[in-house]
């Protein structure tokens, strides 16, 4: 009788002991499991940041491109207001000296000078390149009214390039010259007399300024000039 009680006991004991061994691993996998859940979690996080952090860059890169070409544009617009500035005052100044010659406008003539046949100046068209005009309105120094005829021709040139070629209407002449708006040399200006077929250039030069308008129909400016 004390056998089996024995054995009944052991058994108890051996159950009892199994049983909490089992109940103790079943613990340490839900602590497993957190533990795992909890890294998946801040890999993620880890992940995003990451990709935060590329996007960020990605951002500072284009930040910095349009940064540069900001900086261009303005060196570029700083350019192009010292080179407005330095038009306007050599406008200024143009106007000025015009202004001081008024009817004394002179003529550095010699009757002993070179003869021209009609030089047959042809202007460049209004197209393609030469999209930009400015005008420029003359009148003869009084020297030159006494001589001057119907046929008598005027132009406006840029280097050896005809940009304006006109008759005189009613004693003025109103030159609408053509440009590509990149012109480094200034305007410069010839006038032909057909009756003596003496060439005068004009000792006034103009800067290519599009839009400009350099004297009036009702107020143009003296052809002050020497002949060739």
């Given at each position: 009788?004390?056998?089996?009680?024995?054995?009944?006991?052991?058994y108890?004991?051996?159950s009892?002991f199994?049983?909490?061994?089992?109940l103790?691993?079943?613990?340490?996998?839900d602590?497993?499991?957190?533990?795992?859940?909890?890294?998946?979690q801040k890999?993620?996080?880890?992940?995003?940041?990451e990709e935060?952090n590329?996007q960020?860059?990605?951002t500072?890169?284009?930040?910095?491109?349009?940064?540069?070409?900001?900086?261009e544009?303005?060196?570029q617009l700083?350019?192009a207001?010292?080179?407005l500035d330095?038009?306007?005052?050599?406008?200024?100044?143009?106007?000025?000296?015009?202004?001081?010659?008024?009817?004394?406008?002179?003529v550095?003539?010699?009757p002993?000078g070179?003869?021209?046949?009609?030089?047959?100046?042809?202007?460049?068209?209004i197209s393609?390149?030469?999209?930009?005009t400015?005008t420029?309105?003359?009148?003869?120094?009084?020297?030159?009214?006494?001589?001057?005829t119907?046929?008598?021709?005027?132009?406006a040139f840029?280097g050896d390039?005809?940009?304006?070629?006109?008759?005189?209407?009613?004693?003025?002449?109103?030159l609408?010259?053509?440009g590509?708006?990149e012109?480094?040399?200034?305007?410069?200006f010839?006038?032909?007399?057909a009756?003596?077929?003496?060439?005068?250039?004009s000792t006034?030069k103009?800067?290519?300024?599009?839009d400009?308008?350099?004297?009036?129909v009702?107020?143009?400016?003296?052809?002050d000039?020497?002949q060739?």
């Amino acid at each position: 009788m004390k056998m089996k009680n024995r054995k009944a006991w052991l058994y108890l004991a051996v159950s009892a002991f199994l049983l909490s061994g089992n109940l103790s691993c079943g613990g340490d996998d839900d602590d497993t499991s957190a533990l795992e859940e909890e890294l998946k979690q801040k890999e993620e996080a880890l992940k995003k940041l990451e990709e935060s952090n590329k996007q960020l860059d990605e951002t500072n890169k284009k930040l910095e491109k349009e940064k540069e070409s900001l900086n261009e544009k303005n060196k570029q617009l700083d350019e192009a207001n010292k080179k407005l500035d330095d038009l306007l005052n050599k406008i200024s100044e143009l106007e000025q000296n015009s202004q001081n010659a008024g009817d004394t406008a002179t003529v550095v003539e010699n009757p002993e000078g070179k003869k021209y046949d009609n030089p047959g100046w042809s202007s460049v068209a209004i197209s393609g390149e030469y999209a930009y005009t400015m005008t420029v309105v003359f009148e003869l120094p009084a020297d030159l009214q006494s001589k001057a005829t119907a046929n008598d021709l005027m132009a406006a040139f840029v280097g050896d390039e005809c940009r304006s070629v006109e008759k005189a209407i009613n004693g003025v002449y109103l030159l609408t010259i053509v440009g590509t708006g990149e012109e480094e040399e200034d305007v410069t200006f010839r006038y032909w007399n057909a009756e003596n077929h003496y060439m005068y250039e004009s000792t006034i030069k103009v800067p290519f300024t599009s839009d400009l308008i350099f004297g009036v129909v009702d107020s143009p400016k003296k052809f002050d000039c020497r002949q060739m």
